[in-house]
């Protein structure tokens, strides 16, 4: 059982380090255009990815459903969820877009130059409409998961990150007789590649299905009213957390922001490093779910047993085999990122903290896997509630009234949250993992 959830983890693992791949390069390609640019493109990350992980969170229930109905041998009932899932998607691509023009054109009530919330807009804009090339591959590619088919999915992204840097040098400096359009360029870059990346995985989609499932054409349904409200009921409690953790952070960084520009400046490398580290146990989370998803539509308790156990195996391995990599490379991998001395010192004093979550969230990932594979993600979100938001935060604040808050501090309050959440999640687990008569009842 560790080979089938590792044939799924690595390719999922090589997409996520690829999407964040694209985030860093743009980053690094706007540095040129100078300080308000990059700025915007900071402020517009930050937008951007506190209201995508809602939606992507929403559909992370598609691999679950369609999972768990092939365990049951009912491909009919299957290929329904992956149509449905494909108007859930356009629908949260309207409600997603909207708020974030509607942040886009009322910047002004935020403290920022003019010159920066003009920057902004100029990247926003063509970002928001990104949104829906992005949600409806994140969509295909999530029901592809669940036909255990992976790779392509893994190429696709692998090779638009050179698409992406490409387009990025043509668009932001004006290259092939074409006008420089500076920042926006980047927004434009992102939407024409996730085009391209949709374009891609839906030609090769259509050719899996029709192979799989055995049919000779393969055409969407009808809107389901009733399959897209169980679809919703399934993950807006997964997106309602993604959006809780992304929401913490955010916060933290504006109180970080309020000691000093060096304690926001480490906590951002460090964070940074944290994010894409995190794409590891993420993506062990999301092949866990897949694989419990089937065994739970087989209503086979002792495979889903076993899967837990043999995932948590996993998920302990990475995040000591993390955990020790930060702590002997961490010298020279901040002396690339800090700009100081006085950054480079704050910075280091995080690194064990770095290291222990990263223990902590190789449990975690096994724990939010198991129960997203038998369809029951409130838990998660309870978590996250419990965790950072009661016991980080209270933590951090109770540190406040004794001492000057710092950048330590608070990522003590943050390593205590996280601990809290897989405490509280993995106990969920076991105590229902215990009782084979919720499990059947559940399916």
Request: charged letters at 10%; glycine letters at 8%; aromatic letters at 12%.
């Amino acid at each position: 059982m560790s080979k089938q959830i590792l044939n799924l983890f690595f390719p999922i693992m090589l997409s996520q380090i690829g999407l964040f791949a694209m985030i860093l390069i743009d980053t690094y390609m706007v540095k040129g255009l100078g300080a308000n640019s990059l700025a915007a493109m900071g402020l517009s990350t930050t937008l951007f990815f506190t209201i995508f992980p809602l939606g992507s969170g929403i559909l992370l229930a598609i691999d679950s459903m369609v999972a768990k109905d092939l365990g049951r041998l009912n491909p009919s009932q299957a290929l329904s969820w992956f149509s449905q899932s494909i108007f859930l998607a356009i629908l949260i691509f309207l409600f997603s877009t909207a708020i974030l023009l509607a942040i886009s054109h009322n910047l002004s009530f935020l403290p920022l130059s003019s010159a920066v919330i003009v920057e902004t807009q100029k990247y926003l804009k063509p970002l928001a409409f990104c949104l829906l090339p992005y949600y409806l591959f994140f969509c295909i590619r999530q029901f592809l998961t669940a036909l255990g088919s992976v790779r392509f999915a893994s190429l696709i992204i692998v090779g638009s990150v050179f698409v992406n840097s490409a387009l990025d040098w043509v668009l932001i400096n004006g290259k092939l007789g074409l006008p420089a359009f500076g920042i926006a360029g980047v927004g434009w870059a992102a939407m024409l590649t996730r085009s391209l990346m949709l374009l891609m995985i839906s030609l090769y989609a259509v050719v899996k299905i029709k192979k799989y499932f055995n049919l000779l054409q393969f055409k969407l349904e009808r809107p389901n009213t009733a399959m897209i409200k169980e679809l919703l009921r399934i993950g807006l409690p997964i997106g309602g957390k993604s959006l809780l953790r992304s929401s913490f952070f955010v916060i933290l960084s504006f109180w970080i922001g309020s000691v000093s520009a060096e304690a926001l400046a480490a906590h951002t490398i460090v964070q940074n490093i944290g994010s894409f580290l995190f794409m590891i146990p993420f993506s062990l989370t999301m092949a866990l779910a897949t694989i419990m998803a089937q065994a739970f539509g087989q209503q086979n308790q002792l495979k889903m047993h076993h899967l837990y156990r043999n995932a948590l195996g996993i998920g302990l391995s990475i995040g000591i085999a993390l955990a020790l990599l930060i702590l002997i490379f961490a010298q020279g991998l901040l002396g690339i990122f800090s700009p100081s001395p006085s950054v480079y010192s704050l910075s280091l004093q995080l690194m064990p903290l770095l290291a222990a979550i990263q223990i902590i969230d190789g449990v975690f990932a096994c724990a939010i896997g198991a129960l997203r594979g038998v369809q029951l993600n409130k838990p998660s979100l309870k978590a996250t509630l419990y965790g950072l938001w009661l016991a980080g935060l209270s933590s951090i604040f109770l540190l406040s009234r004794f001492q000057r808050i710092d950048a330590r501090a608070i990522w003590y309050g943050i390593a205590l949250g996280l601990f809290v959440s897989c405490v509280y999640l993995t106990q969920v687990w076991l105590k229902l993992n215990k009782s084979a008569n919720t499990m059947a009842l559940k399916a």
